[in-house]
């Protein structure tokens, strides 16, 4: 396993529609792997491939105790409801706003063997759904987002 460089934004690459996965083989896996390895010291909750460059429709989610989900060539079927909360991304680095996503969303998807599945999230991740979904077509969440600011990232014990 790996820690790959995370695009932000400006990179051309976070700009382009990725193309469907279409062998589930070693190559495959070890982006997944790849992935989760630079997700977790990123702190982050999602990840898609072309964030680290590869404009394949890949997607993990971490879901806290529940484990890392992978989506492959991930498809939205469902959605319910509408949150407005805030919102940042490993790509966008400093920044966050406040986005309107569906309260909850179903994902059709394959798993890194080919195997067919759906996952429904609900409030976060429902929102991660839609985020990293999104950056398989080229969408950064600062195109959607109301009210962009500046996050503190000083520590806040100096005084």
Same mark, same amino acid.
């Given at each position: 396993? $790996?820690?790959? &460089?995370?695009? %932000?934004?400006?990179?051309?690459?976070? !700009? &382009? !529609?990725?193309? +469907? /996965? +279409?062998?589930? =083989?070693? &190559?495959?896996?070890?982006?997944?792997?790849?992935?989760?390895?630079?997700?977790?010291?990123?702190?982050?909750?999602?990840?898609?491939?072309?964030?680290?460059?590869?404009?394949?429709?890949?997607?993990?989610?971490?879901?806290?105790?529940?484990?890392?989900?992978?989506?492959?060539?991930?498809?939205?079927?469902?959605?319910?409801?509408? @949150? &407005?909360?805030?919102?940042?991304?490993?790509? @966008?680095?400093?920044?966050?706003? #406040? /986005?309107?996503?569906?309260? !909850?969303?179903?994902?059709?998807?394959? =798993?890194?063997?080919?195997? %067919?599945?759906?996952?429904?999230?609900?409030?976060?991740? $429902?929102?991660?759904?839609?985020? %990293?979904? =999104?950056?398989?077509?080229?969408?950064?969440? @600062?195109? !959607? $987002?109301?009210?962009?600011?500046?996050?503190?990232? %000083? =520590?806040?014990?100096? #005084?």
């Amino acid at each position: 396993m $790996a820690i790959r &460089k995370i695009r %932000e934004i400006g990179d051309e690459c976070l !700009k &382009k !529609k990725c193309r +469907e /996965v +279409e062998n589930f =083989d070693q &190559k495959l896996h070890t982006l997944l792997d790849d992935m989760k390895e630079t997700l977790l010291l990123a702190n982050g909750v999602g990840l898609a491939a072309p964030q680290v460059g590869i404009l394949r429709r890949v997607v993990i989610i971490d879901r806290g105790d529940d484990g890392i989900i992978e989506l492959i060539n991930p498809v939205i079927t469902y959605t319910e409801g509408e @949150v &407005k909360d805030t919102e940042g991304c490993l790509s @966008v680095p400093g920044k966050a706003g #406040e /986005v309107t996503r569906p309260r !909850k969303a179903t994902v059709k998807a394959f =798993d890194r063997n080919g195997n %067919e599945f759906e996952y429904t999230g609900e409030d976060l991740y $429902a929102r991660c759904i839609c985020h %990293e979904c =999104d950056h398989l077509d080229g969408i950064l969440y @600062v195109e !959607k $987002a109301e009210n962009i600011f500046d996050l503190n990232l %000083e =520590d806040e014990d100096e #005084e």
